[in-house]
């Protein structure tokens, strides 16, 4: 199975933005789907596709992809968006199995 | 749109099976295919599996390949992950997600999980 990487953590001072990236193999046949979670919380879906947010997601969320790479930025980033945040792909066996990132811890200073 | 609501916690002791269920309700429970995935304390998401409860038909992460069993029950609509011969380390949350996906012509397709259960914690200990 393949693996996907994020860095381990990042900040973000408050009002500005940030981005998170996902890098794998899968990802050159595969868009990424994007997950916030917070501590004691079930992940939540906000990016996914191309560049598409679930219902209820804030427009400051937007994804983006380029070979074997995933982004998600938020810009203007604000103290409710201090979570971890994982990438999701099918993986590149063929065997539609599903990888997640190694996850993102975003700290909004 | 489809809520899913997990079984409770559990304690188990090292080597014995523990059965984790996932009922769906609010939506058409074949429309999706359910995913279940662990989080063990302070670590990331990890994959462990997947039913398409419409087909029968699951398949699992090389890592868990016979030691769990997904199966699905149209009729209560209900999902169900079974790990066995369970040791120290699979204390985890355990969460059920319903996942969707798209194939567009031209394009690369995509999966989501956009509903998930709130997970259920499984402590092993002796």
């Known amino acids: 199975s393949s693996e996907l990487t994020q860095d381990p953590a990042v900040s973000v001072a408050l009002g500005q933005t940030v981005r998170i990236t996902c890098q794998g193999d899968?990802?050159?046949?595969?868009?990424a789907s994007w997950y916030q979670q917070k501590p004691g919380q079930a992940p939540v879906l906000v990016i996914y596709?191309?560049?598409n947010r679930p219902s209820g997601i804030p427009d400051r969320f937007s994804g983006s992809s380029s070979g074997n790479t995933a982004s998600l930025t938020i810009t203007g980033a604000q103290a409710e968006d201090e979570a971890d945040y994982y990438c999701?792909?099918?993986?590149?066996?063929?065997?539609?199995?599903?990888?997640f990132g190694t996850g993102t811890k975003v700290t909004v200073l | 749109q489809v809520q899913l609501v997990q079984s409770g916690a559990e304690v188990k002791k090292p080597g014995s099976s523990v059965k984790v269920s996932c009922k769906a309700s609010?939506?058409?429970?074949?429309?999706?295919?359910i995913s279940w995935v662990r989080q063990a304390p302070g670590q990331g998401l990890e994959w462990m599996g997947r039913?398409?409860?419409?087909?029968?038909?699951?398949n699992y992460a090389q890592k868990f390949q016979g030691r769990v069993t997904i199966t699905a029950d149209k009729s209560t609509s209900t999902a169900y992950m079974e790990l066995s011969s369970l040791r120290s380390e699979d204390t985890a949350v355990y969460y059920c997600?319903?996942?969707?996906?798209?194939?567009?012509?031209?394009?690369?397709?995509?999966?989501?999980?956009?509903?998930w259960g709130k997970g259920t914690t499984v402590t092993v200990s002796s």
């Open positions: 899968s990802l050159r046949s595969y868009y």
């Open positions: 039913i398409i409860p419409i087909l029968g038909i699951a």
């Open positions: 997600a319903a996942q969707r996906g798209t194939i567009t012509f031209g394009d690369k397709p995509y999966y989501y999980m956009d509903v």
């Open positions: 596709g191309k560049n």
């Open positions: 609010g939506g058409t429970f074949s429309s999706y295919t």
């Open positions: 999701n792909s099918r993986d590149s066996s063929g065997n539609h199995l599903e990888v």
